[in-house]
């Protein structure tokens, strides 16, 4: 065996030395080198691997793991529509607001846009307040106040359009990726010189340039790409299937090592009533909803939910999953196109309905009003203060259009868990 065949064999056991230091390599410790080809990282001709530990959680939510569930109606289908049929599927882990957006958020976001948008995008962010306004009814006053006055701050937002919420999805991931490049990440500490988000000095790995990319020529200033993995997942609306999945929450119904689905749910909570089951608050209702005509919080001295319109967005005990108001309150747009046989028709993986797939909107007859269901109308789901119990399950399923709003109508935000199935 000759002298340059024992220094291949040496060059090959300190790449393998370097890439296994610790196990074998990880997406926050790849090594220095190249475990298929040992050509060494971050050099003139190798590619850049930028420092990565891991994308912090988005600001407000809260995980959810995912796993194997039945969607579907779980109570009895009183409007006779079929149109979520109980079918078993898997949602992957995901993340969710723990409540929903408010109105000091959407006017954070009329903050923002004012400032460095077009004066006619700003107005078409407007909210409607003149859903409050009912010709038979003195709501006048929330016309006003409903938004603005700082009593209702932490109330969610109504009169918001899907349209206008997927627009919001979008605001809010490009603030928090731009705070989180420019302050570092926070929620791991006091900030330190070389964070994963703050700048680089030159010749560290995250100024080589992203993954698979030329170099950036040693810029000291981070580069914000997919790639370094400075930026997190867009917030958008969750699918159908995910906020059902997470209004569910049976989490906290399963006994450890059981992989049996052995209870359910009528509601987000457990029991077959509207009411809490337990505790010193026995008794007492779980939701604000309403609960027959007339009846929206019960009698002075003792009011059920009480509140006779929306309620403050940490009302009310939070699912297993630490989520807030995922019955009543307000409906929640969710991200599906509408189609009655969604179930039919989807994956069982994650599934979702978009436009343009099966069942196309022309077998729909809504140029002569023989039908109200085209690629723009949108899902809501959850139940609201002026609903009764039935639309707290859920199972249940509602439609309208995507650039339509309601004074009993939010929403809140999604986000992928990127890197790992857990």
């Known amino acids: 065996m000759n002298l340059s065949h024992y220094l291949r064999l040496a060059v090959v056991g300190l790449t393998l030395a370097s890439c296994g230091q610790g196990g074998p390599p990880t997406a926050s410790k790849p090594g220095k080198y190249s475990s298929t080809t040992g050509i060494e990282y971050n050099t003139e ?5 930028a420092n990565f530990k891991s994308v912090p959680e988005g600001p407000g939510l809260i995980f959810i793991e995912g796993g194997r569930t039945v969607l579907g109606s779980q109570s009895e289908d009183v409007t006779m529509t079929h149109d979520n049929i109980e079918r078993t599927v898997t949602i992957a882990s995901f993340y969710m607001d723990e409540a929903e957006v408010a109105n000091i958020h959407w006017l954070e976001y009329l903050h923002f846009i004012r400032t460095d948008s077009a004066e006619e995008f700003y107005r078409s962010a407007l909210p409607d307040t003149t859903v409050w306004a009912r010709d038979l009814s003195f709501n006048d006053p929330y016309v006003t106040y409903y938004l603005r006055y700082p009593g209702f701050r932490y109330f969610p937002v109504v009169g918001v359009s899907w349209l206008q919420a997927d627009d919001y999805c979008t605001w809010r991931t490009a603030q928090v990726n731009q705070r989180l490049a420019s302050e570092g990440d926070e929620e791991s500490g006091p900030k330190k010189k070389g964070g994963l988000f703050s700048r680089k000095k030159k010749g560290d790995a995250a ?5 698979g990319t030329a170099s950036n020529g040693g810029d000291a200033k981070t580069n914000i790409s997919i ?3 400075n930026v997190l997942p867009n917030y958008r609306l969750p699918t159908e299937a995910e906020w059902e999945y997470a209004a569910q929450a049976l989490v906290g119904t399963q006994e450890v090592g059981n992989e049996n689905q052995e209870e359910k749910r009528i509601y987000p909570w457990d029991g077959k009533t509207t009411r ?4 010193k608050t026995q008794g007492q209702f779980l939701a604000n909803f309403k609960r027959g005509r007339g009846d929206y919080a019960g009698i002075a001295g003792s009011l059920n939910d009480g509140a006779m319109i929306t309620e403050y967005i940490y009302s009310y005990p939070p699912n297993d999953y630490g989520l807030y108001n995922m019955a009543g309150n307000v409906n929640e747009w969710v991200q599906d196109v509408y189609r009655p046989l969604s179930y039919q028709d989807v994956e069982d993986l ?7 797939v099966a069942d196309p909107a022309e077998k729909y007859d809504k140029k002569n009003y023989q039908s109200l269901i085209d690629d ?3 899902v809501y789901k959850g139940g609201s203060w002026r609903d009764v119990a039935y639309w707290l399950s859920p199972g249940t399923r509602r439609f309208m259009a995507e650039d339509s709003s309601t004074a009993t109508i939010g929403f809140r935000c999604a986000m992928i868990n990127a890197g790992s199935n857990k």
């Open 227 to 229: 790639e370094n993995g």
């Open 276 to 279: 809490n089951a337990y505790g």
């Open 207 to 211: 100024d080589a340039g992203a993954e």
């Open 376 to 378: 723009h109308v949108r």
């Open 45 to 49: 001709k190798g590619m850049a691997v």
């Open 350 to 356: 994650n599934p979702f309905r978009r436009n343009g």
